[in-house]
């Protein structure tokens, strides 16, 4: 409200200053009920959710622990020293695929090329680490290494906090506030996704273009109301982003490529006037997104991914344990190598169906997000959007089959998605007990957060 008051004597109109006991009213006013009241609310709680952020971060970051974490460090700190995306781990198998698949035949020790990683999470923390001018100079005294305090950390912390913002704001979009606001609240409370956020391995900026991904297809495929059409324009600009998210999650984690057959199905059923025109457009658009680094793979080594592909023959019959990565020439025979394959897809799909699926993430959310496929929710996008889903998440069950705990660990990718729809599940539940008191239902509510938090803090894939 203004502190002035517009006056007309005769023809001259004068402006009049409140009196201080009209602005101390006015303050109050708007601290009690007005913009002020909502400010201290959207303040406590992002000062809530960095305490928790912080907290956590002191009392479970203690350096980081898996050799893949301090492999991506590495190569950050090359790209940044050389501007080259070259490793100081020279794999005896990099070395081999390096000799039959080039010209040149050449293993090239010095300035030995990286064919086994994507580089979009290296190119961050490269840029970080030049951003902080680190010398990487270890101080024996204190079991901290700065970079990771400074640079790997906050990445992953960065990363976290815009997929809260995305996943309030998918909630918004596919359901309403109160869904949303819970929602988010349930991601931040989730010991997996800080746990991703200080691993240093990438998966919670995978996580963070993913649910870009979805958020700009939901944007692209329609609006809340039925009665608004979406013009093409708009259509063009969110399908172009999300085609644009969907590939740097791709180069940031290879894995994250089973999003495309999901998405090109999901414009196929949502845009039914044009069931060729905007899947098509996707996967053209996410194709020119990762093809320099497709590319530049085929000009290094000679394959699209390098030696990627070949990890799915890591801790099978023919190479137990690591021993792939440590073998110089190894013997590849088409025959031995499917039958390997097929036994470890066979029992590590087993395992991941049994274990990794029905407790993702927490088992209380992920049980009520697969009650959701026994229900029809009216508007067709959100009963599409989680139909897509599924397939993009047993695409991954697949793939992560082949590929070990390093790629079932990209599950995480789809628990923001997942607490949605288990939240508003739970709503859905809840609104049809129809309480009389307000107070039940709030206590409710509580128990049902408390419960899981305590089931997030203890879940693991």
């Known amino acids: 409200m203004p502190y002035y008051r517009r006056q007309k004597t005769g023809s001259r109109e004068t402006v009049a200053v409140k009196p201080f006991e009209s ?12 913009i002020g009241l909502k400010l201290i609310k959207h ?11 912080l907290l956590y ?15 991506y460090a590495q190569l950050g700190r090359n790209l940044m020293q050389t501007k080259s995306f070259i ?34 999470y290296p190119a961050l923390l490269a840029a970080g680490f030049r951003a902080v001018h680190y010398n990487f100079d270890a101080d024996a005294a204190s079991y901290l290494y700065p970079p990771e305090q400074w640079v790997v950390i906050p ?3 960065l990363a976290t906090l815009l997929t809260g913002l995305l996943v309030f704001l998918m909630g918004l979009r596919l359901f309403d506030r109160r869904v949303a606001l819970i929602s988010v609240s349930l991601f931040y409370l989730s010991n997996m996704v800080w746990a991703d956020a200080i691993s240093g391995l990438g ?17 692209s495929a329609g609006t809340p109301k039925a009665d608004q059409p979406v013009t093409t324009w708009r259509r063009l600009v969110f399908c172009v982003l999300s085609a644009l998210a969907c590939a740097l999650a791709i180069l940031t984690r290879y894995g994250t490529v089973v999003l495309v057959p999901a998405l090109v199905l999901y414009y196929v059923f949502s845009v039914p006037k044009h069931r060729v025109f ?8 996410v194709a020119l997104g990762v093809a320099p680094w497709l590319a530049r793979n085929v000009l290094v080594s000679g394959g699209l991914l390098g030696l990627a592909p070949y990890t799915a023959l890591a801790d099978t019959g023919l190479f137990p344990g690591d021993l792939l990565e440590r073998t110089l020439a190894p013997t590849i025979k088409l025959g031995a190598v499917v039958s390997a394959l097929k036994t470890k897809w066979m029992s590590g799909f087993a395992d991941l169906y049994t274990n990794a699926l029905p407790t993702l993430g927490d088992g209380i959310l992920a049980g009520l997000f697969f009650a959701t496929f026994f229900y029809r929710f009216v508007r067709n996008q959100v009963h599409l959007f989680r139909w897509c889903l599924l397939l993009a998440l047993l695409l991954l069950l697949a793939l992560a089959a082949f590929f070990g705990p390093a790629t079932a660990r990209l599950l995480h990718i789809f628990w923001p998605a997942v607490i949605l729809y288990g939240t508003v599940f739970f709503f859905m539940l809840l609104d049809r007990l129809d309480f009389e008191l307000r107070l039940i239902n709030m206590g409710v ?16 894939v």
Request: charged share 15%; aromatic share 12%.
């Open 23 to 34: 602005r101390i009213q006015d303050l109050v006013y708007n601290v009690d009920v007005g």
């Open 43 to 53: 303040g406590l709680y992002i000062l809530g959710v960095l305490v928790v952020m």
């Open 57 to 71: 971060t002191v009392t479970q970051f203690k350096g980081l622990k898996e050799a893949e974490s301090m492999d």
């Open 87 to 120: 490793t100081q781990c020279v794999r005896p198998a990099s070395m081999w695929y390096l000799i039959e698949n080039t010209k040149k035949h050449d293993p090239l020790i010095d300035g030995h090329p990286d064919i086994l990683h994507p580089p979009v």
């Open 155 to 157: 990445l992953g912390h």
């Open 203 to 219: 998966v919670s900026l995978a996580t963070f273009f993913t649910t870009l991904t979805f958020y700009f297809a939901i944007l």
């Open 278 to 285: 905007w899947p098509l457009l996707f996967a053209v658009l």
């Open 445 to 460: 509510l509580v128990a049902f957060m408390l419960v899981c938090a305590m089931q997030i803090g203890r879940a693991h």
